[in-house]
C-alpha cells in the first residue's frame, strides 16, 4: 500500500483480556518502530525492528508487552492481561535502512481498557 | 541520545514565517538533527533532517548553527494547516541501521489568522 496500515483503529477491551494490534508497513521498508502515546502526553517508545537483526525491546514498559515481526512485513503487537493505563493510541512508523531517512508513521490504533 | 529543549508553545500569525528553536548543546559528531510535526488526531509526520548544513525542502528549512549546538525549523509561509506540535529529536545514524527516534515534549505552534 501507499502508507503505513494499522488495525483496528479502535479497539475497546476489558481489563484482564488479551488485545493484537496490527501493522503493515510500507513495501520495502526493512525499519519498524511502535510507539504509544497517552492521552495529552508525547509518543513512548516501545520496540524497534530492523532487518534479521534482534529487536530492540527497551522501550516495553513490562512483560505483558511483546511484539512480532513476521517475514520481515507485517508486525504484530500484543498486550497480556491488559490494565486501564494500557489506554493508548498506539503508533506503528517504518523506514528505510538507510543513515538519514524518516519515518512514515501509521493513524494508529486507539486502544480503552474498560 | 542527546536530549533537546525547546518552548512548550508558540504563536504564529497566518502568512508569516514560524521559526521554531530547539536547543541540543549536547549532540555529538554523527548525530541527526530531525523535526517531526503532528496534527490533532493524526500520526507523527515527518518534516526535514539534517547534520550540520542548512537544509530546505518543500515543506519547510532548517537552520543549524556552525556549532550544531542548536537550530531552528522554518515555515516559511505558516498557514493555519500548520497547527501541529513540532518536535525536534537528535538522534545517531549509525550506517546501516535507521536508529531509534526519541520522541520529547514538542512545541505546540498555533497558527492564528
Known amino acids: 500500500g501507499a502508507g503505513v496500515s494499522q488495525s483496528p483503529s479502535n479497539k475497546v477491551t476489558e481489563k484482564g483480556k488479551d488485545v493484537e494490534l496490527r501493522c503493515d508497513p510500507i513495501?520495502?521498508?526493512?525499519?519498524l518502530y511502535w510507539y504509544r502515546q497517552s492521552l495529552g502526553q508525547g509518543l513512548e517508545f516501545l520496540i524497534y525492528?530492523?532487518?534479521?537483526?534482534?529487536?530492540?525491546k527497551s522501550g516495553l514498559p513490562s512483560d505483558r508487552f511483546s511484539a512480532e515481526r513476521t517475514g520481515g512485513s507485517v508486525s504484530t503487537l500484543t498486550i497480556q492481561r491488559t490494565q486501564q493505563e494500557d489506554s493508548a493510541v498506539y503508533l506503528c512508523?517504518?523506514?528505510?535502512?538507510?543513515?538519514?531517512?524518516?519515518?512514515?508513521f501509521g493513524s494508529g490504533t486507539r486502544l480503552t481498557v474498560v | 541520545d542527546a536530549k533537546t529543549t525547546q518552548p512548550p508553545s508558540m504563536d504564529c500569525a497566518e502568512g508569516r514565517a514560524a521559526n521554531l528553536p530547539c536547543n541540543h548543546s549536547t549532540i555529538s559528531g554523527n548525530e541527526y538533527v530531525y523535526w517531526y510535526r503532528q496534527i490533532h488526531s493524526q500520526g507523527p509526520q515527518y518534516i526535514i533532517h539534517?547534520?550540520?548544513n542548512n537544509e530546505t525542502n518543500e515543506m519547510a528549512s532548517l537552520i543549524i548553527t556552525e556549532d550544531r549546538k542548536s537550530s531552528t525549523l522554518i515555515l516559511p509561509h505558516a498557514t493555519l494547516r500548520d497547527t501541529a506540535v513540532y518536535y525536534c529529536i537528535v538522534s545517531p545514524g549509525e550506517r546501516g541501521q535507521g536508529g531509534k527516534l526519541i520522541f520529547g515534549q514538542g512545541t505546540e505552534l498555533s497558527v492564528k489568522p
Open positions: 525492528f530492523q532487518g534479521n537483526s534482534a529487536p530492540d
Open positions: 539534517g547534520l550540520k
Open positions: 512508523a517504518s523506514s528505510f535502512n538507510r543513515i538519514n531517512y524518516g519515518y512514515t
Open positions: 513495501s520495502g521498508h526493512t525499519a
